[in-house]
Nanobody, 128 residues
Framework: QVQLVEAGGGSVQPGGSLRLSCAASGYIISNRCTAWFRQAPGKEREVVAGVYLIDQVGSRTKYADSVKGRFTISQDKAKNTLYLEMNSLKPEDTAMYYC??????????????????WGQGTPVTVSS
């Protein structure tokens, strides 16, 4: 059974930082697309960042324009964990953040329909 467990959300002032983690069990994150999505109240879920890490080849990442230069997605193969480092947080980053994983190996374009497994979400609130 695949489980994705997020942690690290919380409340922070504008300009602050948070680091989200997503520990995977029953699933190997390498050589598969994984991503962070978020959903703000009253809005649709959107992709924040995605990564496709290929062993001994390299990785491909994608970021939403709104977070480029502020957020960094990464994987720790040894811990089988996905991370999202969020810096210079803004009130508009307030949302529930979800990690997602694709069942099948191979190329993806990081759209929601490609992902088969989802975490329960961790809330992020940016407010002064």
């Amino acid at each position: 059974q695949v489980q994705l467990v997020e942690a690290g959300g919380g409340s922070v002032q504008p300009g602050g930082s948070l680091r989200l983690s997503c520990a995977a069990s029953g699933y190997i994150i390498s050589n598969r697309c994984t991503a962070w999505f978020r959903q703000a109240p009253g809005k649709e879920r959107e992709v924040v960042a995605g990564v496709y890490l290929i062993d001994q080849v390299g990785s491909r990442t994608k970021y939403a324009d709104s977070v480029k230069g502020r957020f960094t997605i990464s994987q720790d193969k040894a811990k089988n964990t996905l991370y999202l480092e969020m810096n210079s947080l803004k009130p508009e980053d307030t949302a529930m953040y979800y990690c997602a994983a694709r069942k099948f190996a191979g190329y993806c374009v990081f759209v929601e329909s490609e992902f088969n497994y989802w975490g329960q979400g961790t809330p992020v609130t940016v407010s002064s």
